[in-house]
Nanobody, 123 residues
């Protein structure tokens, strides 16, 4: 059974930093992308950063130059380093693994999600 466990969220002042971690456990045949999403109250979940298969990372325009996504394959962990945090970065941050799974009909993509970790930035 695949599990994603996030940690590292918390309360920080504007301009501060946090590092989120996501430990991935369980058997996954293949991964198309590793990513971080966030959801603010009353808003839809949005992509923050992603590492697609093939390697070139992508970021939401609002976090470019401030956030960095990385992975440690030996530790099965995905990180999100967040610097120069702003109040508009508030939200619940979710780790995502977009995996390739298969059934009798063939392979297809499936999204695994963590439980989320709260990030609160005070002004």
């Amino acid at each position: 059974q695949v599990q994603l466990v996030e940690s590292g969220g918390g309360l920080v002042q504007a301009g501060g930093s946090l590092r989120l971690s996501c430990v991935v456990s369980g058997s996954i045949f293949a991964i198309n992308a590793l990513g971080w999403y966030r959801q603010a109250p009353g808003k839809q979940r949005e992509l923050v950063a992603v590492i697609p298969r093939g390697g070139n990372t992508n970021y939401a325009d609002s976090v470019k130059g401030r956030f960095t996504i990385s992975r440690d394959n030996a530790k099965n962990t995905v990180y999100l380093q967040m610097n120069s945090l702003k109040p508009e970065d508030n939200g619940v941050y979710f780790c995502n693994v977009r995996a390739i799974v298969a059934d009798i009909n063939g392979p297809y993509e499936y999204d695994y999600w963590g439980q989320g970790t709260q990030v609160t930035v005070s002004s």
